[in-house]
């Protein structure tokens, strides 16, 4: 067992305590959560509270979560490219391709397999202790906690933002200076697959500024402050600068003019959106120290704005 604890986000004032530890403990179910609110294993500032009860936000929660098998997942032998690891962390850098949690069409090959197979006592926390995601086409550094309390401690440095998280993009369009995003996102009405700017959405927030301008592409380099499903590829696509090779959000795929056969050929070889997650900080939830890794770009990004560059040139 171990005593998660967390602080009731203001902006969740007036909601239910049950709606809240949904969103707060998200990866627990709903109804493990309803059990433990009756079974008095949630204390909020010290206090037994029914599931309906209403929050007035900033009180301390108190969550006595229990650790047992909550994955039925297969372990599989997928090699994991493992950056930094010890007791209570796991950094991987994540491929692109790889799908991070098993779900519908995806029971297998996932990263959550190849950590079972690496880590089988992982299979006693959330989501084997993956506490954030990256899409399937988006490479790059990805933390796993390997204890309980290092899940719970990565999940609230998550909720305060204090966790560093780094992107490097290739988008079309030739931009002149960086900037922010500060748009809501949500589910799209019309397309669950996809996300879109809503008023109703949740608060999002992405930072960006120009690392290398191309004739008619931009390389930037993206800082997220929230951690919104397909954050940085929505709010690109919505002022104007969709990824390359975005697939959802990019457009209709189209050869720019005046392509040549090289750059053609690499444009239809580059299968994902050109979204690398280069830099990953944290506070170790041990040691209570600030640790960072950051990564090159993978060797397809590189191999695409080379061929880029030369197509501008020439």
Known sequence: MAILTAKIPEEMAGKRLDQCLAEMFSEYSRSKLQTWIKAGRVKVDQQILKARDKVDGGEQIELDAEAEEVLEYE???????????????????????????????????????????????????PRAGIVHRLDKDTSGLLMVAKTLSAHNSLSIQLQERSITREYLALVKGWMTAG??????LGRHPADRIKHTVREDGKHAVTHYRLERRLKRNTLIRVKLETGRTHQIRVHMAY???????????????????????????????????ALHATKLGLQHPKTNEYCEWELDMPEDMVKLIKAIEKNDLD
Not at 109 to 122: E, F, I, K, R
Not at 179 to 184: F, L, R, S
Request: aromatic share 6%; net charge negative; hydrophobic share 40%.
């Open 75 to 125: 372990a599989e032998d997928i090699p994991l490219d493992i950056v930094f690891e010890d007791d209570s962390i796991l950094i991987v850098n994540k491929p692109a391709g790889l799908v991070v949690h098993p779900a519908v069409g995806n029971w297998q090959g996932t990263l959550v397999n190849a950590l079972l197979n690496h880590q089988p006592a992982l299979n006693t926390l």
């Open 179 to 184: 900037g922010t995003v500060d748009e809501p």
């Open 239 to 273: 002022i104007g600068y969709p990824l390359v090779g975005d697939p959802v959000y990019g457009g209709r795929f189209q050869m720019p003019a005046n392509c040549s056969e090289e750059l053609e050929l690499t444009l239809r070889a580059f299968k994902r959106q």
